[in-house]
Nanobody
Framework: QVQLVESGGGLAQPGGALRLSCSAS????????MRWYRQAPGKERELVAT?????????EYADSVKGRFTISRDNVKNTTYLQMNSLEPEDTAVYYC??????????WGQGTQVTVSS
């Protein structure tokens, strides 16, 4: 019954913006780190962003998205977001959210497609 469901993907123009959402259910969301990954065609899976558990005071970003993407979380809604600004064609990928814990198994969503093209 554990679920992570990504939404908000789609087609954007270079320089545009999208906000991805990851809705969680079936586990104690607040105690998990939340991470966003992406996998582009022909490339390996890449860690994009991390937010720490509970109040989410720690965030980390891949160099390729630093200054453009922002990760956040809402523990009332059991949802993590990835705000993507100044999109580039290189951001085209399937984006996955993952809930990860120091001691427990991690969980993964099924992904949402982001395409950046003119």
């Amino acid at each position: 019954q554990v679920q992570l469901v990504e939404s908000g993907g789609g087609l954007a123009q270079p320089g545009g913006a999208l906000r991805l959402s990851c809705s969680a259910s079936g586990f104690k969301f607040s105690i998990y780190f939340m991470r966003w990954y992406r996998q582009a065609p022909g490339k390996e899976r890449e860690l994009v962003a991390t937010i720490s558990s509970n109040t989410g005071t720690m965030t980390e970003y891949a160099d390729s998205v630093k200054g453009r993407f922002t990760i956040s979380r809402d523990n009332v809604k059991n949802t993590t977001y990835l705000q993507m600004n100044s999109l580039e064609p290189e951001d085209t990928a399937v984006y996955y959210c993952s809930a990860q814990h120091r001691y427990f198994r991690d969980y993964w969503g099924q992904g949402t497609q982001v395409t950046v093209s003119s």
